[in-house]
């Protein structure tokens, strides 16, 4: 068997939204590269005797920086013949996948991408708050909320009918809240905190713009224990069938 690495998206959390491909890989799988925010249910899919090594990264708390993941990838590559980078959601969407794949490539491997279900549109879609609806919106954009100058510069005007999906924000919801208004994003636009989606400790917080404004500074950080969680920001979260 030619020797393979395969970054592999374990959807957004409730193992049955792993792909058929995905289940199929990790039976193969003589090593496991493992994120935070993979289900452990979707190891019970590997069979016996394999490597499983957890290699996450939350926020201040990296167990392994990138460099370091990127060559345990290639150095298992080069003594197993089936290696898997499993990672939450689908590997090139808020991942360091791309980096993963440069770094194998430049070591002589060739990478297959499993792509997996994606939480940026699959977590609104657990608390039936639509992505697109063509009552409310004709467009969405997924932006990180983790850099605040980042985010700063990529918002930068109210479009009635776009959703905002804000991703790895939570930390920062005071100031993004904050920047919105300033930008001029009406103070009644109606914003959600989905936390832990399609999981069994799945919680959704919904309000305005104004009234997360006005919150004291004990919400900002009782709310961060929500993570992980996306904050949706947009029409549809007043769609009609979705509390």
């Given at each position: 068997?030619?020797?393979?690495?395969?970054?592999?998206?374990?959807?957004?959390?409730?193992?049955?939204?792993?792909?058929?491909?995905?289940?199929?890989?990790l039976?193969?799988?003589?090593?496991?590269?493992y994120?935070?925010?993979?289900n452990?249910?979707?190891?019970?899919?590997?069979?016996?005797g394999?490597?499983?090594?957890?290699?996450?990264?939350?926020?201040?708390?990296?167990l392994?920086?990138?460099?370091d993941?990127?060559?345990?990838?290639?150095?298992y590559?080069?003594?197993?013949?089936?290696?898997?980078?499993?990672?939450?959601?689908?590997?090139f969407?808020?991942?360091?996948?791309?980096?993963?794949?440069?770094?194998?490539?430049?070591?002589?491997?060739?990478?297959?991408?499993i792509?997996?279900v994606?939480?940026t549109?699959?977590?609104?879609?657990?608390?039936?708050?639509?992505s697109?609806?063509?009552?409310?919106?004709d467009?969405?954009?997924?932006i990180?909320?983790?850099?605040l100058?980042?985010f700063?510069?990529?918002?930068?005007?109210?479009?009635?009918?776009e959703?905002?999906?804000?991703?790895?924000?939570?930390?920062?919801?005071?100031?993004?809240?904050?920047?919105l208004?300033?930008?001029?994003?009406?103070?009644?636009?109606?914003?959600a905190?989905?936390?832990?989606?399609s999981?069994?400790?799945a919680?959704?917080?919904?309000s305005?713009?104004?009234?997360?404004?006005?919150?004291?500074?004990?919400?900002?950080?009782?709310?961060?224990?929500?993570?992980?969680?996306?904050?949706?920001?947009?029409?549809?979260?007043?769609?009609?069938?979705?509390?």
């Amino acid at each position: 068997m030619t020797k393979k690495i395969y970054l592999v998206g374990a959807g957004p959390g409730d193992v049955e939204l792993l792909t058929l491909k995905a289940v199929h890989i990790l039976k193969k799988a003589d090593v496991v590269l493992y994120d935070a925010l993979v289900n452990p249910e979707a190891l019970d899919f590997c069979k016996e005797g394999v490597i499983k090594e957890y290699v996450g990264k939350r926020k201040d708390k990296h167990l392994k920086k990138q460099e370091d993941i990127n060559s345990l990838l290639v150095e298992y590559g080069k003594t197993h013949e089936v290696v898997v980078r499993l990672k939450g959601g689908t590997p090139f969407v808020f991942g360091r996948g791309y980096e993963e794949v440069r770094a194998i490539i430049d070591a002589g491997f060739e990478p297959e991408i499993i792509s997996g279900v994606s939480a940026t549109t699959s977590v609104p879609e657990s608390f039936m708050i639509p992505s697109i609806d063509r009552k409310f919106n004709d467009s969405y954009r997924t932006i990180t909320g983790h850099d605040l100058e980042v985010f700063t510069d990529i918002v930068t005007t109210y479009h009635p009918r776009e959703n905002l999906v804000i991703m790895m924000g939570i930390y920062n919801l005071q100031h993004i809240v904050n920047t919105l208004i300033s930008k001029g994003f009406p103070f009644d636009l109606p914003i959600a905190i989905l936390s832990k989606g399609s999981t069994k400790d799945a919680s959704k917080l919904v309000s305005t713009l104004e009234e997360i404004q006005n919150k004291d500074d004990g919400f900002f950080t009782e709310i961060r224990s929500l993570t992980p969680a996306i904050i949706f920001v947009g029409a549809s979260v007043n769609s009609k069938y979705n509390s």
